[in-house]
């Protein structure tokens, strides 16, 4: 089973762009559907993004549609969320996540989520 680590996350301007990053240790990164997740203050955890082993079938969560990129690198064992336009909402602490059976349109359930990472946080400010 892989573990995730999250960086990238800071203060940016609301407009602005930050890259997150998810790296995996072990040796099956690339079997797994991986994913990005947020959760703000006082709210429920919330899908973000997926992708499957390949890139090849990637899926987005209606409020970041048209602003955040997923990607991955299997041969860096990692995943990026390219963050575009950010909004006050967006902040929140963000979570990678990856699953061994979902795809990417099923891994929108948490229930599918087999590994978590530790989170990272990021605020946008006025």
């Known amino acids: 089973q892989v573990q995730l680590v999250e960086s990238g996350g800071g203060l940016v301007q609301a407009g602005g762009s930050l890259r997150l990053s998810c790296t995996a240790s072990?040796?099956?990164?690339?079997?797994?559907?991986v994913g990005w997740f947020r959760q703000a203050p006082g709210k429920e955890r919330e899908f973000i993004a997926a992708?499957?082993?390949?890139?090849?079938?990637?899926y987005y969560g209606d409020s970041v549609k048209g602003r955040f990129t997923i990607r991955r690198d299997n041969a860096k064992n990692a995943m990026y969320l390219h963050m575009n336009s950010l909004k006050l909402e967006d902040t929140a602490v963000y979570y990678c996540?990856?699953?061994?059976?979902?795809?990417?349109?099923?891994?929108?359930?948490?229930?599918?989520?087999?590994?978590w990472g530790q989170g990272t946080q990021v605020t946008v400010s006025s």
């Open positions: 072990g040796r099956t990164f690339d079997s797994y559907t």
């Open positions: 992708i499957n082993w390949s890139g090849g079938a990637i």
């Open positions: 996540a990856a699953s061994d059976q979902a795809s990417p349109i099923r891994l929108r359930t948490q229930a599918f989520v087999s590994v």
